[in-house]
């Protein structure tokens, strides 16, 4: 039986499919800080501090959406390309849901709820991943990272002899959060850091959310 907990698989335009057997933590076939972590926040402060916050979240216009899925701290849009998931974004708490339109866009949404039930949960999806080659390294290391953990910029950069602000740049570039989970990607300092290329208001609340869920 395939151990799908070491497989990631990966298809970008420019490139075969690869297996990579290093990424211990999440499975993956195709692809998309400075306050202090507050774990002790209370659902009610949280949702409090998202309504006050100075970056807000604007949908984009797409007819293109597979699904739009409900969650506690954004609506997930789904974008699908044939047989991958290409983008998932977020879009603001009061943004119409969409019935999933395709028997993969209903398996996405399937995944994304086991995770908010169980943090712990394993995605195995085929993504689509576009990006250049400093990019994809990023990623895969932000693979690596166990849910309820996280690292800093400055880690990963050193591993990559690369600069904390261009592992940044990477997160911020990256088309699927929460399944490439860049949300556990904090500054040196113990602080959230950035967040979807912003470093204030929702987008932190959302990264806030996702670490506090897997923290429990």
């Not at 998202?50 to 979240?57: A, E, I, P, Q």
């Not at 169980?118 to 690596?144: A, E, K, N, Y």
């Not at 002899?161 to 399944?179: F, K």
């Not at 208001?201 to 990264?207: N, S, Y």
Request: proline letters at 7%.
């Amino acid at each position: 039986m395939t151990d799908y907990r070491r497989t990631v698989r990966i298809k970008s335009k420019r490139a075969k499919t690869v297996d990579l057997a290093s990424c211990s933590h999440y499975i993956i076939t195709p692809l998309h800080d400075p306050p202090v972590i507050r774990l002790d926040q209370t659902d009610a402060d949280t949702q409090a501090t998202m309504n006050k916050s100075k970056t807000v979240l604007k949908i984009q216009p797409s007819p293109d959406y597979q699904a739009k899925l409900a969650t506690p701290f954004a609506v997930l849009g789904l974008r699908i390309e044939e047989d991958w998931l290409t983008d998932i974004e977020y879009l603001p708490l009061d943004t119409p849901t969409l019935a999933p339109q395709t028997p993969l866009a209903r398996e996405i949404c399937d995944q994304l709820q086991a995770y908010l039930a169980d943090p712990c949960f394993t995605f195995d999806l085929s993504m689509h991943i576009g990006g250049t080659v400093h990019q994809r390294r990023v990623w895969h290391m932000i693979l690596d990272i166990p849910s309820g953990t996280t690292r800093s910029y400055a880690e990963i950069a050193a591993q990559l002899h690369s600069a904390p602000r261009a592992v940044g740049q990477a997160c911020g570039a990256n088309r699927l959060p929460i399944i490439i989970p860049c949300h556990r990607v904090i500054a040196k300092s113990g602080g959230l850091g950035g967040f979807m290329n912003a470093s204030d208001g929702l987008p932190l609340d959302i990264k806030r959310w996702l670490l506090r869920h897997e923290r429990g």
